[in-house]
T-cell receptor, first 119, second 111 residues
Framework: GAVVSQHPSRVICKSGTSVKIECRSLDFQATTMFWYRQFPKQSLMLMATSNEGSKATYEQGVEKDKFLINHASLTLSTLTVTSAHPEDSSFYIC???????????????FGSGTQLSVL | SQQGEEDPQALSIQEGENATMNCSYKTSINNLQWYRQNSGRGLVHLILIRSNEREKHSGRLRVTLDTSKKSSSLLITASRAADTASYFCATAGTSYGKLTFGQGTILTVHP
């Protein structure tokens, strides 16, 4: 099946630094990728929708200047947490959409997630 | 906003027993999906059921969907210790790929 690679799997950084997380579709082209955030023992919250070649669409309450998303190619989307603070510590997961048929929900593949810890 | 409500929040059973998890949602959907997540890991897609379907099977999994009640259930039969994980339902509307996740059920299967 299709594979989505997310890197790094774990990162620890100091408060005030920026962290970049990569999400790659390895064997398919993903025109759309999604970024989710998950706090411990909670559900996943959609942060933004990333479209190749255009600006990302952010969900209400998500600061676009804080969470910079770049989708420069059909196989790579990046999420940069700028000036990270302890409250940004969370599990970040990306997903990539394969195909353009009406059944694209059936072709949604998730990365393995990135655990961000900000000290 | 999160629209999925799942119950129970936690379920503890013995190996061999069946596990049933329920999910309710608020708005109309295109389909509903169930995912599994092991602690600190990514999501694994289990099964998708479309809004015009009522029941679907995949191996030891059985999913039902009642759109009139806006609810779904996931049944895992003959559970195994390896089934221990968090299970999430997620709904999709007309915007393909954008999923709204439920709060999840933490399933513990004791050997």
């Amino acid at each position: 099946g299709a594979v989505v690679s997310q890197h790094p799997s774990r990162v620890i950084c100091k408060s005030g630094t920026s962290v970049k997380i990569e999400c790659r579709s390895l064997d398919f082209q993903a025109t759309t990728m999604f970024w989710y955030r998950q706090f411990p023992k909670q559900s996943l919250m959609l942060m933004a929708t990333s479209n190749e070649g255009s600006k990302a669409t952010y969900e209400q309450g998500v600061e676009k200047d804080k969470f910079l998303i770049n989708h420069a190619s059909l196989t790579l989307s990046t999420l940069t947490v700028t000036s990270a603070h302890p409250e940004d510590s969370s599990f970040y997961i990306c997903s990539a959409e394969a195909g353009t048929s009406e059944a694209t929900n059936e072709k949604l593949f998730f990365g393995s997630g990135t655990q961000l810890s900000v000290l | 906003s999160q629209q999925g409500e799942e119950d129970p929040q936690a379920l503890s059973i013995q190996e061999g027993e069946n596990a049933t998890m329920n999910c309710s949602y608020k708005t109309s959907i295109n389909n509903l999906q169930w995912y599994r997540q092991n602690s600190g890991r990514g999501l694994v897609h289990l099964i998708l059921i479309r809004s015009n379907e009522r029941e679907k099977h995949s191996g030891r999994l059985r999913v039902t969907l009642d759109t009139s009640k806006k609810s779904s259930s996931l049944l895992i039969t003959a559970s195994r210790a390896a089934d221990t994980a968090s299970y999430f339902c997620a709904t999709a509307g007309t915007s393909y790929g954008k999923l709204t996740f439920g709060q999840g059920t933490i399933l513990t299967v004791h050997p």
